[in-house]
Structure formats: C-alpha cells, structure tokens
C-alpha cells in the first residue's frame, strides 16, 4: 500500500472535484482517492499503478502529473559506502590474521605439523574465524545458490577456501594419512585469498561508483526548491510541492525548477548541460524553459507545464537510464558463456584433481589438492559478465554530457559501424528558418500582388518555407484576402482560388504539371537555385506572375562537421525536395559527397533503402518527425534537435542539440565504447583461457611451475576491477567539437 | 584400491554436477496474476528462484534486495528486453505480461543470481 500525490490542472469548480475523485476512485486497486481544490492535488492510497492513475484523470477531461522530485541517489551512496566500508572490514580482519601466515609459510618459520600440532591447531582455528568472520558470506551464499540448482562466484570462493582449509585441518589432525613431504597446511592460503576477495569487491565498488557519474550529474542538475507565486505571495517551497498551471519566479543565477513557458519577463538560459549546447539561449514571453538549465541575468515569471517525471530532464534521465541497462548483440553471447561457466569450471577442478593424483608426482594428493584449488578460486566469470554492461554504462553516460542521447546498446553498437550518413537538409545541414530574402514580379504583376497571393495561400500552413511566407508578408503589411478550395500538392506546392482566381505556388515541377509555361523565368530559377536558394513560382489563372526567392542560411558549423565525419571515414548525402541546382549549391557549401534533390517525402527512405542494397551501413539525419520512415529504415536514426523540445525517444539517437558535431560525436563514442568492449572481453577471456589452465598446472611438466593458491587469489580479485577501471577510462573521453 | 576409489568418486561427482546444475531443476512457485510475488535477492540467489507464470496474464515480481553488493543492483530479463535497477533494502515491482510459454532466465548482470520464469 503506497500514497501517491497528484498535481491536477484544469479544475474550475467544486463539481470536478468530483468527477476527479470518482475517476481516480474507479482504478482498480485504489483504497481511497481525495482531491483538495484549493491545492489543486489529489492523494491517492493503495496499491495502484500510477500511469492508469494520470490515464483516469485525461479520461475526465483534466489533467494529472505525479508530484515529486527525482529520486535521489543518496540512499544508493549510503548503501554503496555501507557495503565498501564491510568489504574494507571484513578485508582488513582477514589480512591482519592471513598475512602473518602467508610470511611463516612463505619463510617457514614454523615447526610442521607433526612437531607443534597444537600450535597449528590454533592457526587452523585463527583462519577458521577468517573463514566465517570475512568469508561468511561467501558460504551461504554458495549453499543457498547450491539449493537452488545454481552455481556462481560464491561457489567457487568457498568451495576453493573450504578445500584448503578442510584438507589442512585433516592434516593437523591426522599427519600420517598422508606421506611426509605431502603435509604442508593452506591456512594462510585460505585466510589471504578471502581477504584478497573482499578487498577487491571494495574496490569495484569504488570504482562502479564512478561509471553512474552522468546519471547522478543529471539528477544533480534539479534544484530542491522552488520560488512559486501563490496569492500574491513569493514562497519558497520543496520541488515536489509545486503543481501543474502554478506560476513561479525565476531570480538571476538560479536553476529553472520545473519546466515551463514564460509569462512575463526575459532571460538568457544556459542549456548546456542538457544540450550540449555552450551559447546560452534567448527566450522571452511564450518560450519555453527546462528544469535543471539556469537563468542568465535576467528575471522572469513562468507557469509550470511539466513538473516531476514530465520534465524534459526527467525523461533524459530516464532515457539515459534505461539505455545504460541495455545490451548489444557481443553482449548477450558472453552472457551465454558466463551462464554456465561456473558448473563447467567445478569439472574442470575435478578433473584436474583426478588429473594429479592418477599421472602427478609424489605427494599426489597434495599436489592435487592445491591444484584443484587454485582452478576453483583463478576463474572469475564476473570478469566476462561486467565487460559489456559496464562499458555501455560508462559510454551512453558519456555521450549524454555531449546532448547525445541513445536509445539503447544496440544502438551505440551500430552507430560505430556506419559507413554512410544521409542528411536531411532544412533543419538539419541549414538552420531550417527559411526567410523571403527576393521578390521577382512578373508579366506586369507588382511585388505586393505576389506577395499578397502567396500568403493568401500559404496561411495556415505549417511549412517551413509558408512560415517564410507569412513572415514576410507581417513585415510588409500584406493585407491578404482569404483562400478558397485549397489544395496541398505534397512535394509540389499548393492550389487554391483568391478573390476568384486560381492561384497555384510551388516549384517549377508544380507549374510543368499544371501546364504552365515558365518561359524566360527558367534561366532567372536556374541561376538563383545554383545560388542554394529555394525559388517557388506563383502563377495566376494559368500565367507565371512572379517567383519568390526564399534562403535557408547553412548552419555554420555544418561544414566542420561533415568534415569530421569524412575523417572518420564516412560518405555524407543530403536529400531534399529541393531543386537540383539548389541543393547542389547547399551540398558545395559543405562539402557533401552526394545529393539527392527533388524527392518527395514519401520517397526519403526509398534513397536510404537504395544505399543500403549497395552495402552501406546507413544513418540517417533527420528532425524525426517530417522522416519518421527513413530513420527507421536507416540503420540508425538520428533525429537532431533545437534544444530542449526535441522529441525525445523519436529515434534510436537523438541530438539535444541542433549541431550536425552530434552525429560525428555519436559515431565517435560508439567506436570508443566498442572498443572498450572488446578490450573488456579480450582481457577477462584471455584471463580466464590462460588462468585456468595454468592453475591446473599445464606448465608443471615443462617448467615445474605451479601457481600458488594466493597469487590465484589476488588474479581473480583483480580482475573485475580491471574491468571496472577499463571502462572508467571512457569517462576520459573528449570528442573534437568539445 | 584408493586409485579406483577417488577416480569413482571424482567421476561421481562430475555426473553430480551435470545432474544437479544442468538436468535437474527445482521446484517453482506459481504466481496469480492478481497478487504480486515477492523475490527476495540475498546471498547470491533469487528466492524464489523458478516461478510458475501463465501466459498472456500480467503479473508482478515484487524484488527485495537485501544484498547490497554490486551484483546484486539490477536484474535482467534479456529475453523480454528488461532490465530494472533493485534498490537496497526497498520493494522494487516489476510488471510482466508474457504471452508465449517458455522459459524466460532473469539474471544479475554478471550472471550470478539467475532465476527462470516458468510461463505455462
């Protein structure tokens, strides 16, 4: 049973209190649900789900959002440090008892067993305490892992220490069933390796500490408090108290709280930490603003429309999250081979104790007995279950303090694998804020004619290039008439009829379908599309009455960024609806290989699927909602943003900010990781090819070497911190553009 | 005499360990689909370890992490896609709905605690 708190907008009288209440009362599993008016809350308790909750509200008619800040990680810290500090203990103790041993046994400073057995009874009883003191754990967890049909790391600790120290104990207590050159005792072996153990559970600790960095850096960026406006009155109050539709003030230097659009006042923002993006941001009345990004000088009053886990930050956070515990293909076949590593490892320590005691020298069993152990405790399969997952964690966390957000591993996999990369070009090559920039009247027509036509038909039209339109007819003071019988022609232009006559505006493929002899204008349309401008052609009631001459201003950095993506070897396309000659243009700027012009929006993903039948790996640049088929026909989508209102999730990677260095940063991540992948899993196989083996004494015939117990010990310790470490160094990493 | 008897016992329990850990399984708790099951993550193990779900029907695992060793922070469903991350010491619910029957393996990250849902 749980008590949630809501925010609920849209209330306006007693009688939705109601309604709410009843809605939320019909949930299954919901005890009881009460709404307070004046707050503008409801609080629920039972044991609910809370998105049918939030779905129950929309249901109607209002609207809902949880109410509470991100859950911190302090409670993960404590238990983290909690745990270190065990480790550290149960190390210390063990080593304090092992290491006097390991030095006696090492310079054999003691009498053997025969002559001061009960001196080695006390040492036996001494590690004994080691054994269930610092290794307890190990045991119970073995057994309990046992009862259940499994086997792991726990098993093969204790059964490794346990070996040593039982077969010590038999030989303290009766010497003489084995011979006299085969009684040495493994106390200190067995007291040394659990310390060894705990010592390096310490220290991975420590260091996965470090991989959850960007998470926690994320979560740190949301202010605890917030300066929200109620009655007149300026509060302070905790983050989870402010509701949805409450205004709040945002004074110089502070973090934005919540996320929100402006009421009153203007500011620049720095939204760096969320996208990437080092130049602060303008934004004034109706701009929205983030939670966790921070006002600049000036001052401003928001209403809150995001508050909790509706943040913009909030689902970055989750995204990052949830794309950490993700796994690539390499992953899942090592996850096979772990899997059933350990029982595979128990035979191979039986069959290396058969081994010695059938073909070994004298003492046989001795020299069985330490071998078999030395097995059991060298094989670390934690080593090659932690190489993938703490690499992905470490890199997707990385590329999120760029504003690279990726979807999941096998995303970050293939991103280091492509070999094209196609470009959308408006929003994506060009700054996507087309602007009139000519106005050619012809066949005796006047500029204000053309004008006033284009924006009759252009009006209400969300396009990129009708916003150009409109635009520049609010600055001349067009005084439009309004469109009839409007006709949207994709990927021509559109039709309609204005004070009775026909009106048609597009490109030049529009007019040629239409019938519409260009005649002269074409070479005027050749010249400036060769200029990368866009040219759109009005015609009235079958006559070219003029051309309108739209520029799309070409990012400026896009030309550094292509570059970038050239050095690491990849082809870069542009595709467009554009005219040829236009996009060329566009595409010289920058320094693109292949332009793809004229295509119509249906038919993007058709040019992706082209490239990919000639065997490139494809990515593919868009703003993830006008290309929604080719991202997800490309082997990766990017969708690039504008800041914080990117669609977030609509991609496999998604780039907070508008800057085409994203995808160069993305791709260069992804190798970075991989290859930290391979090196991971290189190391911790190599380890586990050439331990194993060794401890089972391959070398003995040709070398007489044989791997001491307690070396095994720190190998194994030290190896899953290795591990750890690798990964840690991608913490590091620094892409070109930063 | 020795020889024959530690050889017979060595490969005794080589079959003891294919038998126990790859052949045999044990017994599983059924979950209803109204209530959630608690699995309790401590010592290295899921308890329990094998749970009966049935198909099709949504059902909740409610995990108590008692072990705070890094092991033990997250469980993984690889073949459902999910992963969760298990706080100390707090009920962590996770959701299921698995149409088709088979074996699905939830298992820590470095595959140490594995349990295996049993979907019927």
Known sequence: MSEIRLSIAGMSCAGCVASVEKALNNVPGVVEASVNFAEHTATVTGDVDEALLIKAVADAGYEAAVMRGLD??????????????????????????????????????????????????????????????????????????????????????????????????????????????????????????????????????????????????????????????????????????????????????????VDGEIIDGSSHVDESMLTGEPMPVEKQVGDTVAAGTINEQGSFLFRATGIGEQTALARIIEMVRRAQNTKPAIGRLVDKVAGVFVPVVLIVAVLTF????????????????????????????????????ISIMVGVGKAAEFGVLIRNGEALQEAGKLTAVVLDKTGT????????????????????????????????SEHPLAQAILSAGEAEGVAASAAESFTAIAGHGVSATVDGTRILFGNDRLMQKEGIDIGEAGERLAALSGRGNTVMLLAIDGRLAGLVVVADPVKPDSAEAIARLHKLGIKVYMLTGDHADTA??????????????????????????????????????????????????????????????????????????????????????????????????????????????????????????????????????????????NANRLRFFRVKSS | MNVFIVNGLGLLIIAGIIYWFWLSKPGAQKAEGETAIDVIVDNGVYDPARIEVPAGKTVTLRFIRKDASPCAAKVVFDDLGVTEELPVGKPHDVMLKIDEPGEYAFTCEMQMYRGVLQVV
């Not at chain 1, 053997?112 to 040492?123: K, N, P």
């Not at chain 1, 038999?170 to 085969?182: E, H, N, R």
């Not at chain 1, 508008?658 to 290859?675: E, M, N, Q």
Request: some cysteine; overall charge neutral; aromatic content about 8%.
């Open chain 1, 354 to 389: 058969l081994a010695w005691y059938n073909f070994g020298p004298d003492p046989r069993i001795s020299y069985a007995v330490v071998t078999m152990m030395t097995v059991l405790i060298i094989a670390c399969p934690c080593a090659l279950g932690l190489a993938t997952p």
């Open chain 1, 72 to 257: 911190d990680e302090s409670e993960k810290q404590a238990a983290e440090t909690a745990y270190y500090r065990a480790s550290m203990r149960k190390f210390i103790v063990a080593g304090v008892i092992g290491l006097p041993l390991f030095i006696i046994s090492i310079f054999d400073l003691l009498p053997g067993v025969e002559q001061a057995r009960a001196l080695w009874l006390g040492i036996g009883l001494l590690s004994l305490f080691v054994l269930l003191y610092s290794g307890r754990h190990f045991f119970i967890g073995a057994w309990k892992a046992f009862r259940v049909h499994n086997a792991n790391m726990d098993t093969l600790i204790a059964l490794g220490t346990g070996t040593a120290w039982v077969y010590s104990m038999i030989i303290t207590l009766f010497p003489d069933i084995v011979p006299a050159k085969g009684r040495h005792v493994y106390y200190e072996a067995a007291a040394i390796i659990i310390a060894l153990i705990n010592l390096g559970s310490a220290l991975e600790m420590r260091a996965r500490g470090k991989t959850s960095e960007a998470i926690r850096r994320l979560i740190g960026l949301q202010p605890r408090k917030a300066r929200v406006i109620r009655d007149g009155r300026e509060l302070d109050v905790p983050i989870d108290e402010v509701g949805l539709g409450e205004t709040l003030r945002v004074r110089p230097g502070e973090k934005i709280p």
């Open chain 1, 429 to 460: 090559v060009t700054e996507g804020r087309p602007a009139v920039v000519d106005i050619l009247p012809l066949d005796g027509h006047d500029r204000a004619t053309v004008l006033a036509m284009a924006v009759a038909v252009e009006t209400g």
């Open chain 1, 584 to 725: 060329r243009a566009v595409a010289d700027k920058v320094g693109i290989d292949e332009v793809f012009a004229q295509v119509l929006p249906e038919d993007k993903d058709k040019h992706v699927a082209e490239l990919q039948a000639r065997g490139e790996i494809v990515g593919m640049v868009g703003d993830g909602i006008n290309d929604a088929p080719a991202l997800a026909r490309a082997n990766v989508g990017f969708a690039i943003g504008t800041g914080t209102d990117v669609a977030i999730e609509s991609a496999d990677i998604t780039l907070m900010r508008g800057s085409l260095h994203g995808v160069a940063d993305a791709i260069a991540i992804s190798r970075a990781t991989v290859r930290n992948i391979w090196q991971n899993l290189f190391g911790a196989f190599i380890y586990n090819t050439l331990g194993i083996p060794v401890a089972a004494g391959v070398l003995y015939p040709f070398t007489g070497l044989l791997l001491n117990p307690v070396i095994a010990g720190a190998a194994m310790a030290m190896s899953s911190v290795t591990v750890v470490t």
